[in-house]
């Protein structure tokens, strides 16, 4: 099966600064997720981007299907932002997830 | 609009008990799973329904689990007996089920604590 890498596993933040997030992905996929989890268990649908540039707000994505990888974005960070982000992939309706990074927002 | 509902939010159960997980998807998705997620893991898929046939459910240990989805729409899975490995986060998602490539939406998960 498709195997989903992401780095780094823990990230440390102070509030205001910005950050990237990597997914690396071991095969050619048409469907790729990015999701918060919250501190509560909540998964968040961030972006739905299986190839190109999206933003919302402080958050964008990019994925580079050819070269297999995903970057998140955070800009200009807030407490609210910590939590676990998964990157998500599957070339059919199967979502495989990575083990996730765990970001800490210190104020 | 209503996201994925999912109920009990928590349960706690001594080993050998059965439990029982609920989840309402989103009105109009077609498309229903089950994840498996243990700490510090991301989510695992246990088994996927098109309306209300089990389309993938290779991943789901038959020998305790059991799901169903009767008339398309609402779903249950059921673990009995339980055992300890079973402690984890029980998610349910949705979605269309219009393209084989969709956004999946997910429930605020059960919390599962086996004793």
């Known amino acids: 099966g498709i195997q989903v890498e992401q780095s780094p596993p823990d990230l440390i933040l102070q509030e205001g600064a910005n950050s990237t997030l990597r997914c690396n992905f071991s095969?050619?996929?048409?469907?790729l997720q990015w999701f918060h989890q919250n501190p509560w268990g909540q998964l968040i649908n961030l972006f739905y981007?299986?190839?190109g540039t999206k933003q919302n707000g402080r958050l964008s994505a990019t994925t580079v299907a050819t070269e297999r990888y995903s970057l998140l974005y955070i800009s200009s960070s807030q407490t609210t932002d910590s939590g676990v982000y998964f990157c998500?992939?599957?070339?059919?309706?199967?979502?495989?997830f990575g083990s996730g990074t765990q970001l800490t927002v210190l104020p | 609009e209503a996201g994925v509902v999912q109920s009990p939010r928590y349960k706690i159960i001594e080993k050998k008990q059965p439990v029982a997980f609920w989840c309402n998807p989103i009105?109009?998705?077609?498309?229903l799973y089950w994840y498996l997620q243990n700490l510090g893991q991301g989510p695992e898929l246990l088994i996927r329904?098109?309306?209300?046939?089990?389309?993938?459910d290779s991943q789901l240990p038959k020998d305790r689990f059991s799901a169903e989805r009767l008339k398309g729409v609402d779903s249950t899975l059921k673990i009995q007996p339980a055992e300890l490995g079973d402690s984890a986060v029980y998610l349910c998602?949705?979605?269309?089920?219009?393209?084989?490539?969709?956004?999946?939406?997910f429930g605020p998960g059960t919390r599962l604590l086996v004793l």
């Open positions: 998602a949705s979605s269309l089920g219009l393209a084989e490539v969709e956004t999946q939406y």
């Open positions: 981007i299986p190839s």
């Open positions: 998500a992939v599957s070339s059919a309706r199967q979502l495989t």
């Open positions: 095969d050619s996929v048409n469907n």
């Open positions: 329904y098109e309306n209300e046939e089990a389309v993938d």
């Open positions: 009105s109009g998705h077609n498309t």
